[in-house]
């Protein structure tokens, strides 16, 4: 197996959890470097229940169980005024602070990690920001490629004479697309940044694949007259996607405090820039 792929498994089994968007993240990795990627995820669940074997091992023997203690005579129930507290105020936000629903201990609202037992506090936003992302991406492309060229009739008549409309909305949206791109906002959870992660790497190699082929047309046809200009274009989001991910990098340094999941990504980041 490729070094690249079994450092990255190495890094998704630090935790000794595998989450969907791991396993998303190592099957793309593994068809960029031309493994099968039923393989690499056989070989990662492979890994983790050998893992979770040896974990499992090593673990202290039971303690013996106390002889029983005789019970209390019960008491009775509190007056109404004074009802027993429910498992849902456990996870309840006051104000600035909440209570962590694993522990019990009262953390800020604005820390994404218990500070006590270190719980994770998931954003349920997370596939809101990526899903904005994609879809203003669409509306950029459909309202570009629907625009009338400008000259009226006659401006209209020549693009569709000569071929130019298509290639000129087409320039006009990857400009577009590639202003939105390094502008789009996003939160700094563990989740956002993964989900930014995958889908700008996935980007970058489809950018990637296209700037080639539109290079092989201007090295073999002199005729072609925007190739220039849409290479260039194609260049720009190809570059917009890679400061979002370095973008990616910085939030995961502001707002990731676990060094093990820090490197993680930091890892997994540097990977999508090679």
Request: charged fraction near 30%.
């Amino acid at each position: 197996m490729n070094p690249e792929l079994e450092k990255l498994i190495e890094f998704a089994l630090a935790d000794g959890v595998i989450t969907d968007k791991e396993r998303e993240i190592i099957r793309k990795k593994a068809e960029k470097l031309g493994e099968d990627p039923d393989e690499a995820e056989m070989i990662l669940d492979a890994k983790l229940a050998m893992q979770n074997k040896d974990a499992e091992a090593s673990a202290p023997p039971p303690s013996p169980t106390p002889p029983p203690v005789a019970t209390a005579p019960p008491t009775s129930p509190p007056p109404p005024s004074m009802p027993p507290p429910s498992t849902k105020q456990k996870s309840s936000r006051v104000g600035d602070i909440m209570t962590c629903p694993a522990c019990g201990a009262t953390v800020n609202a604005m820390e994404l990690n218990c500070s006590e037992c270190g719980h994770e506090f998931r954003n349920v936003n997370s596939s809101d920001s990526i899903e904005h992302l994609k879809s203003e991406i669409k509306k950029i492309h459909k309202s570009a490629m629907e625009a009338d060229p400008e000259g009226g009739k006659i401006g209209k008549w020549f693009a569709k004479t000569f071929g130019e409309d298509k290639e000129e909305k087409l320039c006009d949206s990857l400009k577009n697309q590639s202003n939105f791109i390094r502008n789009h906002n996003f939160g700094n959870s563990k989740e956002e940044i993964l989900d930014h992660l995958t889908h700008a790497s996935s980007q970058i190699t489809s950018y990637n694949n296209e700037i080639r082929d539109i290079q092989k047309r201007i090295d073999s046809d002199d005729d072609e007259l925007y190739d220039e200009e849409l290479l260039h274009a194609n260049q720009k989001v190809k570059n917009a996607w890679i400061t979002l991910i370095e973008q990616c990098k910085t939030k995961a340094t502001l707002g990731i405090k676990d060094e093990a999941e820090l490197d993680k990504i930091m890892n997994i980041a540097n990977d999508c820039l090679k």
